[in-house]
């Protein structure tokens, strides 16, 4: 049978944290199932129709992406998602390759970045090494957040750390709770703040919402008196990141 694949990611305005992440888990994939035609799908409209305006290009949503694989003859489908959680950007896609589900003869998707318990052991264990406990220094995750249920994953991500010791990492997000405003009164008792993204891209968000100059997390810290450092790393750029969306590959399940 003909076999085909997509890797479905929010998406990025940003091209410089683009070739650093998203287009790296591609060529992973590309290579890891190479077999396969290669489709890129992208689930946010709004970033979308930023490049169309700016650059007159062309990615495909999710049913975009369904229909050219059907096009192009394919027959056994693997969907990837690059999500981080299985929120609302993942469910487009699962409703979507649900709705797609018998004009192929076979159809996979695999699952979130965080979906079960050892999702969370790879994340945190990485992290708890690349992060080192300081005294008078916490880590603050930015996460994107939605007012979907799955939002919960962030708290107990950051309960998880808890119990692994590190309670100097924190998690607040953009469009979703915690806020950074529910994670202040923690971070009082620290002299220094490091941020970072828990975001697979380091684009608008993180450039903007998280180490801006303005009502960004940095300056909202800076103002508390706070010695604030950063990086524009996205999660992307991490070797164990797109290891565990590979994994997530592998394991993905027929959609019945």
């Not at 890797?7 to 888990?25: L, M, N, Q, Y």
């Not at 806020?179 to 380091?202: C, F, G, N, R, T």
């Amino acid at each position: 049978m003909k076999k085909g694949v997509i890797v479905a990611s929010f998406g990025t305005t940003h091209e410089d944290t683009r070739k650093k992440t998203i287009d790296v888990i591609e060529n992973d994939i590309r290579e890891a199932f190479n077999d396969s035609i290669f489709i890129r799908a992208w689930t946010s409209d709004i970033i979308r129709s930023k490049l169309k305006r700016r650059e007159n290009l062309h990615i495909n949503n999710i049913k975009e992406a369904l229909d050219e694989a059907l096009k192009e003859g394919v027959e056994e489908l693997l969907v990837i998602s690059t999500h981080i959680i299985n929120g609302v950007e993942h469910n487009k896609v699962k409703d979507a390759v649900l709705s797609y589900k018998d004009r192929f003869k076979k159809i996979k998707i695999g699952a979130a970045l965080l979906e079960n318990e050892d999702d969370f052991k790879c994340i945190i264990k990485e992290l708890d090494e690349i992060y080192n406990k300081e005294v008078g220094r916490a880590y603050l995750l930015m996460g994107h957040g939605s007012d979907h249920e799955a939002n919960e994953i962030y708290e107990q991500l950051r309960n998880r750390f808890v119990d692994k010791g590190r309670d100097d990492i924190y998690i607040a997000c953009v469009e979703g709770y915690p806020y950074i405003e529910d994670i202040l009164p923690q971070l009082s008792e620290y002299k220094s703040v490091h941020l970072s993204p828990l975001m697979i891209v380091a684009g608008d968000h993180a450039k903007n919402d998280m180490a801006g100059d303005d009502e960004s997390f940095k300056t909202i810290l800076e103002e508390r008196g706070k010695n604030v450092s950063f990086e524009l790393k996205g999660l992307g750029e991490y070797d164990f990141v797109r290891s565990l969306i590979l994994k997530h590959a592998n394991e993905a399940v027929y959609v019945s």
